[in-house]
C-alpha cells in the first residue's frame, strides 16, 4: 500500500528569476468599468496615497535589508503551464515582486514558495459577487424602510458622516491598550496626580479613550441633526418598521426573515 505522505502534495521551495514571475494584477478579469470605478473611490478614500506609503516602505526595506523571506515570509508563487516564457504568476507578495524588479532586474534570482494549488481567479470573482449578492438579500426585511429612507432623504449626511468618522480612524491611534503599561504620573501632572487623584484619573480616561469619545460625539452631533431635520419622516419609518415587524411576527413568526426566505414560504404553502 502507497503511504499516505507520499499522496500528499506541499508547496516547495525553489529559485527563479524576478522576470519569470508576472504580478496577478495582469490576471485581472473584471472589466474594465469596474476597475475604473475600484480606483475612483480608492483614489476618493485616499487608499491609493496609502498604498504607495505602503510601497515606499516595502521599497526602503528592501534597500535596507535586501529580500528577506525568512522574517517578511516568501512569495508565493504557482506554475502557468499555458506561457514558457514566464511560467510563473504570484499569488502572494506582489508589491514586493515589482520592487525587486525595478530595483535589480528580471534577471535576478530570488527564492521562493511554489505553490501546488494554483486558484482559480474567475471562481473566486464569481464567488465574491455571489458573497455580495447573498449579504444584501440577507437583510432582514423590517429594515428595508430605514435603509431606503437613509438612502433617499439622507444619503449625502451620511456619506459625509462616514467620511469624517473613516479619516478620523485613519489618522489617529488607538492608545487605550497603553492605559496598563504607561508609568503614572505623566510628566507635568504630578502635582494633580497627588492632590487630585480623581480629577487626575478623569483625565486619563478622556486621554486613553480619546477615539472612542470623538466618534461618540460625532455620532450625537448627526443624531441631533437628524431628529431636528426629518423628525416627522423617522416618526413615520418608525411606525411602519413596528407594522412590519407585527405583521412578520403574527404571519411568519420571524421578525427577521429576508426576502429569499419569505418568498420561500409563500410558496410552500
Same mark, same amino acid.
Given at each position: 500500500?502507497? +503511504? ?19 504580478? *496577478? ?38 534597500? $535596507? ?10 512569495? =508565493?508563487?504557482?506554475? +502557468?503551464?499555458?506561457? *514558457? *516564457? ?13 520592487? =525587486? ?18 486558484? $482559480? ?8 459577487? +455571489?458573497?455580495?449578492? $447573498?449579504? =444584501? ?11 431606503? !429612507? ?80 426629518? @423628525? !416627522?419622516?423617522? @416618526? ?12 412578520? +411576527? ?20
Amino acid at each position: 500500500m502507497t +503511504e499516505i505522505g507520499k499522496l500528499i502534495q506541499y508547496d516547495k521551495l525553489k529559485k527563479v528569476k524576478t522576470g519569470q514571475i508576472r504580478d *496577478s494584477w495582469s490576471h485581472d478579469l473584471r472589466p474594465n468599468y469596474i476597475k475604473g470605478v475600484i480606483n475612483f473611490i480608492r483614489t476618493i478614500l485616499l487608499l491609493n496615497f496609502f498604498q504607495k506609503r505602503r510601497i515606499n516602505k516595502i521599497k526602503n526595506s528592501i534597500l $535596507d535589508e535586501g529580500y528577506n523571506p525568512e522574517k517578511y515570509g516568501y512569495i =508565493l508563487i504557482f506554475e +502557468e503551464k499555458t506561457n *514558457s *516564457s514566464v511560467p510563473y504568476r504570484a499569488k502572494d507578495g506582489n508589491h514586493r515582486l515589482k520592487i =525587486l524588479k525595478e530595483l535589480y532586474g528580471e534577471e535576478h534570482e530570488i527564492p521562493v514558495m511554489v505553490s501546488v494549488n494554483p486558484p $482559480d481567479l474567475r471562481e473566486e470573482l464569481d464567488a465574491t459577487t +455571489e458573497n455580495l449578492w $447573498d449579504g =444584501l438579500s440577507k437583510i432582514p426585511l423590517m429594515l428595508l424602510p430605514s435603509i431606503l !429612507f437613509f438612502a433617499w432623504y439622507m444619503l449625502i449626511e451620511v456619506l459625509i458622516v462616514s467620511f469624517i468618522c473613516y479619516f478620523f480612524m485613519m489618522f489617529t491611534t488607538d492608545i487605550s491598550s497603553n492605559a496598563y503599561t504607561d508609568s503614572h504620573p505623566k510628566k507635568r501632572l504630578g502635582w494633580l496626580h497627588d492632590n487630585a487623584k480623581f480629577l487626575y484619573e478623569a483625565l486619563m480616561t478622556i486621554y486613553y479613550n480619546y477615539r472612542r469619545i470623538a466618534l461618540f460625539l460625532i455620532i450625537g452631533v448627526y443624531t441631533y441633526y437628524i431628529i431636528t431635520t426629518h @423628525l !416627522f419622516g423617522l @416618526l413615520i419609518i418608525g411606525g411602519v418598521t413596528i407594522l412590519i415587524r407585527f405583521i412578520l +411576527e403574527n404571519t411568519v413568526g420571524d421578525i427577521n426573515i429576508h426576502i429569499p426566505d419569505l418568498i420561500k414560504k409563500i410558496k410552500n404553502r
